[in-house]
């Protein structure tokens, strides 16, 4: 098929070039070619003619084929995109179903840099900025739309919390989930809802469908072809959905019954197999040339990509299928892997070497890109690449260093994208937001460490906990992939060959490995009571949802009978984790009344870090001095206070202030933003006044924020044993304080702690001193 039709190129977007006269249409119009060159759009037809037929429809591309920035405005010219007004049955109501394009990215980097580019493509000003504008997005403190959004770009979450308000999501024709593959927990939980909606006959839409469009770059196509026609069948025939549609005997527990979820996954997904042809590749000797897998899903598995079988080589009845696929054929250069002889300890130590390696003997142009675990390896490897590049000869090219991870401040987001001046190379120092959410043009070296922070669930603590782990292998070839996008690229490994086929195949769904607490809450405020029959891709262990549930009951989200109160519903609006809602419910409360304090803490909690880690000894006395008047005796609860009030009281030079007391600009710019959308939040509902002066922070002021945190956090805490040591009240478990924080080395009664971090022991983060009748008196014993 051709790229786009003949009308298509000469009026992109339905636009003469008459009319394109404006800045924005006038580079609208420069975009276009490259837009259409896209592989997406050799199936752009197909794409629109299979959502005319089906109301679901799967799509499998690989990062960069087009699929997040071109599918939403494939769609968006079809009949069935426009809003109708219809009534309601059994009420006289008439409403306003559909007309808007949701599309949901797991990260809020990607749902804002998307956003932006589909309305440069478009020639439309971007969200809130103008009342025509037609492209927005909405993610976690930032909503910015207008009354004519057609395409909305939104992190899972801001999508599920427009469920609790709209249950039906009538303001939606589509909804687009997009990067499926990254199977975090608010996509399982979109995944479910959808499969649901999608067989429930639409009755709270006046019938008008929603279409449903499933992306990834590495689906388990075949898995979830099965999700979603399974409770169509089972709609169709009638059937509860505890009965196997299929009728096969080892396939029978598929949708009931919650135990043994791991193991029961009878759906060998052809991409295991196409990347078993990928290993083959790397396997060449180091330093040969190897191509980078295509997703030939339905020849790797001896199928033709569009068959409609099911796994076990059974026929559908297709006149009852509800769900259409659609395969975007990739375009890969080769890519040449090179892996270490011996392990690597020290990996920033081992990327920074090898960027300035290929720097000096790989001619330009060229871009590297670095991934790292988060941002405290980002940014230590930016001072140390930064304070090296210093001294590159003139003859040398110039390094322009460009940090890129979720709590980055947007601007600084957006330089990734920006060509670099001539004669400059761009190191961009990632985390594995650059595996797949977004595509940066223009590099041809990856330098992969080979891990990532994940996070995992500790059920002997009760509490999840980030680990540095390994990546898996299908992370490896898609982090390996980025380097020959435009051309054949390099991957450097920093692990052996060896440690690269002991990793696993994929990665482990975050459903099976987190804490489930905000996902439960979520599903009961949407009205799902019976979780345990929910539709979920891989159902959770039946010791996870209990946990789960038991923490909301002692948070007091649930009632003895286990249905949501009211705390729960106001809890589930917030955009925390369950118990940063609960604490900021609780300052709310009389008892505590401290929300603006609160506020100021939980931005800086939900910013990884904003004191820069300076390792070297000599700097350690400077730093603790320029921070003295910062720092509380308290906890790092009452430092992060203090530093927010007195970087926010500043009034000449913030930049410079932040400087003086060795903490991260960036990360204060992203404080401040967070903690300007709670407050404007809080003063909309009236919740909190726009006080003139804050409270005095006198040590009565600072147990009461304490106690305040204690309503959340209670299950965080440790007591001091007679040794030295702190265990977890509950659990029992040894836990040290972090060196990063302001009571390291202290002995106190108990603490209170923000996170749990394991890397060579259990650390606890985020520390403040508690005392155990405080912990007894929020447990209610
Ligand atoms: P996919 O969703 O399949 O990974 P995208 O639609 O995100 O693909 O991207 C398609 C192409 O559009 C990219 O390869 C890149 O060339 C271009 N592109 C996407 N986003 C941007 C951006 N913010 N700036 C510049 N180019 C972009």
């Known amino acids: 098929t051709q ?96 007309g808007c394009i949701a599309i949901t990215e797991p990260r809020r980097v990607a749902a804002i840099t998307l956003a932006r580019r589909v309305a440069e493509e478009m020639g439309t000003p971007l969200g809130s900025s103008s009342p025509a504008s037609k492209v927005g997005y909405s993610v976690r403190f930032d909503n910015s739309t207008s009354p004519c959004t057609k395409i909305k770009f939104l992190t899972e979450g801001m999508l599920l919390q427009e469920m609790l308000r709209d249950p039906w999501l009538k303001s939606y024709s589509a909804v687009i989930v997009d990067e499926v593959h990254e199977r975090g927990v608010n996509v399982d939980l979109i995944l479910g809802f959808m499969r649901n909606m999608t067989t429930g006959g639409f009755e709270g839409r006046g019938r008008v469908p929603l279409k449903v469009v499933v992306m990834s770059a590495t689906a388990e196509i075949e898995r979830l072809e099965n999700f979603f026609e399974e409770g169509y069948l089972a709609m169709s025939k009638g059937l509860g959905l505890e009965q196997s549609v299929t009728g096969d ?34 396997h060449s000797p180091r330093g040969e040339s190897s191509s980078v897998i295509g997703y030939k899903l339905g020849q790797a598995n001896g199928d033709e990509p569009h068959n409609l079988s099911n796994p076990n080589g059974k026929e559908r009845n297709k006149s009852l299928s509800h769900v259409t696929k659609c395969h975007i054929e990739g375009r890969q250069h080769p890519v040449t892997v090179h892996y270490t002889s011996e392990p690597v300890q020290d990996w920033v130590d081992a990327a920074l070497r090898t960027i300035f390696q290929i720097h000096h003997k790989e001619p330009m142009p060229g871009d590297i890109l670095v991934f790292l675990t988060g941002q405290e390896t980002v940014e230590s490897l930016e001072s140390l690449v930064t304070e090296y590049a210093l001294s590159l000869s003139r003859d040398v090219p110039k390094m322009l260093v460009l940090p890129l991870f979720a709590a980055l401040p947007q601007t600084a987001q957006q330089r990734v994208f920006q060509p670099a001046p001539p004669r400059t190379r761009k190191i961009i120092l990632a985390t594995n937001i650059a ?57 450097y490994r920093l692990y052996t060959e060896a440690s690269y086929h002991e990793m696993q195949q994929n990665n482990t769904p975050e459903i099976l490995r987190c804490d489930l607490s905000h996902a439960i809450l979520t599903m009961k405020a949407r009205g799902v009571d019976d979780i345990i029959n929910f539709p979920f891709l891989d159902q959770p262990s039946r010791d996870a949802l209990e946990k789960a549930l038991l923490q909301l009951y002692q948070l007091g989200a649930l009632t003895d009978s286990g249905t949501i109160n009211e705390t729960g519903t106001q809890m589930a609006k917030l955009p925390l984790t369950v118990s940063l809602g609960r604490v900021l419910i609780a300052a709310a409360e009389p008892e505590f009344n401290c929300v603006s304090e609160v506020i100021d803490i939980i931005s800086c909690l939900s910013v990884e870090n904003i004191f820069l880690n300076l390792a070297s000894e000599e700097k350690k006395e400077e730093v603790e001095s320029a921070r003295r008047e910062l720092y509380r005796r308290e906890g790092d609860h009452l430092t992060l206070l203090t530093t927010v009030q007195a970087y926010a009281a500043e009034n000449s030079d913030r930049k410079a202030w932040a400087e003086r007391h060795f903490i991260s600009h960036r990360a204060m710019q992203a404080v401040t933003d967070v903690r ?19 409270h005095q922070l006198t040590s009565e002021r600072a147990t009461t924020l304490v106690k305040c945190f204690l309503k959340g956090f209670k299950m965080n805490t440790a007591r001091l044993m007679p040794d030295g040591s702190y265990k977890t009240v509950v659990g029992n478990q040894t836990v040290a304080i972090h060196p990063s924080s302001g009571l390291f080395g202290k002995k106190v009664e108990a603490i209170m702690y923000n996170e749990f971090v394991f890397t060579t022991k259990s650390y606890a983060r985020g520390v403040s001193a508690v005392q155990m009748d405080w912990v007894g008196e929020a447990m209610g014993v």
């Open 3 to 98: 790229n786009s039709t003949p009308e298509s190129w000469k009026k992109p977007n339905g636009m003469t070039h008459k009319l394109a006269q404006s800045p924005l249409k006038a580079k609208a119009d420069a975009l276009w070619p490259l837009r259409k060159s896209l592989p997406v759009w050799s199936l752009a037809q197909e794409i629109r003619q299979g959502l005319r037929e089906k109301d679901v429809m799967l799509l499998v591309g690989e990062t960069g084929s087009g699929k997040s920035t071109q599918v939403p405005q494939i769609l968006t010219t079809e009949s069935w995109c426009n809003s109708r007004s219809v009534t309601l049955k059994n009420s006289e109501k008439t409403v306003c179903v559909g």
């Open 249 to 282: 005997s080892d396939n029978e527990s598929e949708w009931s019954g919650i135990s043994d979820s791991v193991q029961r996954n009878p759906h060998v997904p052809a991409q295991h197999k196409a990347n078993t042809i990928s290993d083959g590749l790397d």
């Open 435 to 491: 595996e797949t959410s977004v595509t940066v043009s223009g590099v041809r070296f990856v330098i992969d460490c080979g891990k990532a922070k994940i996070k995992q669930f500790r059920s002997r603590i009760g509490l999840d906990s980030l680990l540095v782990k390994p990546i898996s292998k299908s992370a490896a070839i898609q982090r390996k992939g980025r380097a020959g996008r435009e051309a054949p690229g390099q991957c």
């Open 676 to 694: 300007k959308q709670l407050r404007a939040q809080h003063q909309q509902a009236q919740i909190l006044r726009q006080e003139a002066t804050p």
